[in-house]
Antibody, heavy 121, light 110 residues
Framework: EVQLVESGGGLVQPGGSLRLSCAAS????????MNWVRQAPGKGLEWVSYISSSGSTIYYADSVKGRFTISRDNAKNSLYLQMNSLRAEDTAVYYC??????????????WGQGTMVTVSS | QSALTQPRSVSGSPGQSVTISCTGTSSDVGGYNYVSWYQQHPGKAPKLMIYDVSKRPSGVPDRFSGSKSGNTASLTISGLQAEDEADYYCCSYAGSFDVVFGGGTKLTVL
């Protein structure tokens, strides 16, 4: 079964750090571009970051640029999001999402169940 | 980049058709054929329903269709079913590897 499973969420104080992980299974992880997308409580979806299949190309939303770092370990079939200098507005469910192969930007066909990040003192 | 504009809610009776609009600008929806649509049930992860404006992933019923005219994309659901009741989000490429989502539309099946 094709699956993505996120972990690492939790409660963190403003200014703190957290590292999210996403474990992939059921497909050739190293062949796919990956993304992080978040959703604040009761709000809509927001794209956060993209990484190419090899990890050589990376993009971020302006709202997290300079604070978040996306990475991947294809040997471990894993995607990561290092979040530093966290703010209250970063509170959200964070999803890892697989990009549709040979499709345009913004097409995500496989999503994890999400992991909740709460930034509060 | 501003979010794309969607109606807050739409509704329809079983068997009817509904259309959800998604309005952007020439810098996003109007500039690229990279519009996708997601269905999200409460407490669940989003599900891809349409990508590249009008392509349907395997397993998505052909009752779901997508189109685009100028700066506005649309998702049409025909033959409404109770299980279609959910939130729907549009998404578009906005250039310089920026991806923007709409604010979401709540579909109620009456």
């Amino acid at each position: 079964e094709v699956q993505l499973v996120e972990s690492g969420g939790g409660l963190v104080q403003p200014g703190g750090s957290l590292r999210l992980s996403c474990a992939a299974s059921g497909f050739t992880f190293s062949s796919y571009e990956m993304n992080w997308v978040r959703q604040a409580p009761g709000k809509g979806l927001e794209w956060v970051s993209y990484i190419s299949s090899s990890g050589s190309t990376i993009y971020y939303a302006d709202s997290v640029k300079g604070r978040f770092t996306i990475s991947r370990d294809n040997a471990k079939n894993s995607l990561y999001l290092q979040m530093n200098s966290l703010r209250a507005e970063d509170t959200a469910v964070y999803y890892c999402a697989r990009a549709v192969a040979a499709a345009g930007v913004g097409a995500f066909d496989i999503w994890g169940q999400g992991t909740m990040v709460t930034v509060s003192s | 980049q501003s979010a794309l504009t969607q109606p807050r809610s739409v509704s329809g009776s079983p068997g009817q058709s509904v259309t959800i609009s998604c309005t952007g600008t020439s810098s996003d929806v109007g500039g690229y054929n990279y519009v996708s649509w997601y269905q999200q049930h409460p407490g669940k992860a989003p599900k891809l329903m349409i990508y590249d404006v009008s392509k349907r992933p395997s397993g998505v019923p052909d009752r779901f269709s997508g189109s685009k005219s100028g700066n506005t994309a649309s998702l049409t659901i025909s033959g409404l079913q109770a299980e279609d009741e959910a939130d729907y989000y549009c998404c578009s490429y906005a250039g310089s590897f920026d991806v923007v989502f709409g604010g979401g539309t709540k579909l109620t099946v009456l």
